[in-house]
C-alpha cells in the first residue's frame, strides 16, 4: 500500500506556465513534508520542505500548499523555466522511527520552451 | 561541503553473485540509509542505521543484508543477486533530527 501518493507521473508544461504536482498521504502521524527534485544522474536534492502547522510555504517559485485535515499537498511551480524539467518527490516523515523519509513515486516535469 | 559518495557507479553482476555496494559521507552525520529506485515505485528504503554497528530494517529488506562499520561507512550487501534487484541504488545521510537527508549520485546495479 503506498502510504504517499503522487499525480500526475508525469507532466508537459510550457515555459512561463504554473506547474501543479499533487501529493497525498495515509499515516496521520506525519508531520514532515519535504519535495526533492531529481535530475538524469544525480542524487535526489531538497528542494522545498513544510511542517504540518503551517498550510503554506514559498521559496522563489516554488510553493507547498498543505491542507492537514485532507491529508492533501500540492507543489506549484510558477514561472516554469526549461531548467525546472526534472522528477519530483513528495516525502513524508514522523518524528518517531528514525525519521525515516517515505516517497511517493515522483512526478516527472518537462517543461517545453 | 557536506557529501556522500558511492561506489562504484555502475555495477554488473550474474544471477547468484555477491555484491557489496559501498557508502561513505563526511557529513558527521548519525543517520545513514540505503534506497532503491524503480519506475513506478519511488524510492524504497531497504535499511538503515542510527550509527556505527546499528542497523535497522527498512520496508523492501529481503534480499539485503546492510553494515555499518564506522560512522562513515554503510554498506550493502547482496549475496546472492537476483535480477528483481536490477535497480538504482541510492545511499543517503542525515544529521540531527529536524535536518534533512544528503544523497549520494547513486549506483545502478544490473544483474543478468
Known amino acids: 500500500q503506498q502510504q504517499v501518493r503522487q499525480s500526475p507521473q508525469s507532466l508537459t508544461v510550457w515555459e512561463g506556465e504554473t506547474a501543479i504536482l499533487n501529493c497525498s498521504y495515509e499515516d496521520s502521524t506525519f508531520n514532515y513534508f519535504p519535495w526533492y527534485q531529481q535530475f538524469p544522474g544525480e542524487g535526489p536534492a531538497l528542494l522545498i520542505s513544510?511542517?504540518?502547522?503551517?498550510d503554506k510555504k514559498e521559496d522563489g517559485r516554488f510553493t507547498i500548499f498543505f491542507n492537514k485535515r485532507e491529508k492533501k499537498l500540492s507543489l506549484h511551480i510558477t514561472d516554469s523555466q526549461p531548467g525546472d524539467s526534472a522528477t519530483y518527490f513528495c516525502?513524508?516523515?514522523?518524528?518517531?522511527?528514525?525519521?525515516?523519509?517515505?516517497f511517493g513515486i515522483g512526478t516527472r516535469v518537462l517543461v517545453r520552451p | 561541503e557536506a557529501a556522500v559518495t558511492q561506489s562504484p557507479r555502475n555495477k554488473v553482476t550474474v544471477t547468484g553473485g555477491n555484491v557489496t555496494l559501498s557508502c561513505r559521507q563526511t557529513?558527521?552525520?548519525?543517520?545513514m540509509y540505503w534506497y532503491r529506485q524503480d519506475t513506478g515505485h519511488g524510492l524504497r528504503l531497504i535499511h538503515y542505521s542510527y550509527g556505527a554497528g546499528n542497523l535497522q530494517i527498512g520496508d523492501v529488506p529481503d534480499g539485503y543484508k546492510a553494515t555499518r562499520t564506522t560512522q562513515e561507512d554503510f554498506f550493502l550487501l547482496l549475496e546472492l543477486a537476483s535480477p528483481s534487484q536490477t535497480s538504482l541504488y541510492f545511499c543517503?545521510?542525515?544529521?540531527?533530527?529536524?535536518?534533512?537527508?544528503?544523497f549520494g549520485s547513486g549506483t545502478r546495479l544490473l544483474v543478468i
Open positions: 557529513n558527521s552525520h548519525n543517520y
Open positions: 516525502a513524508a516523515s514522523a518524528n518517531s522511527a528514525g525519521n525515516k523519509l517515505t
Open positions: 513544510i511542517r504540518s502547522v503551517s
Open positions: 543517503a545521510s542525515k544529521g540531527k533530527a529536524n535536518s534533512d537527508y544528503t
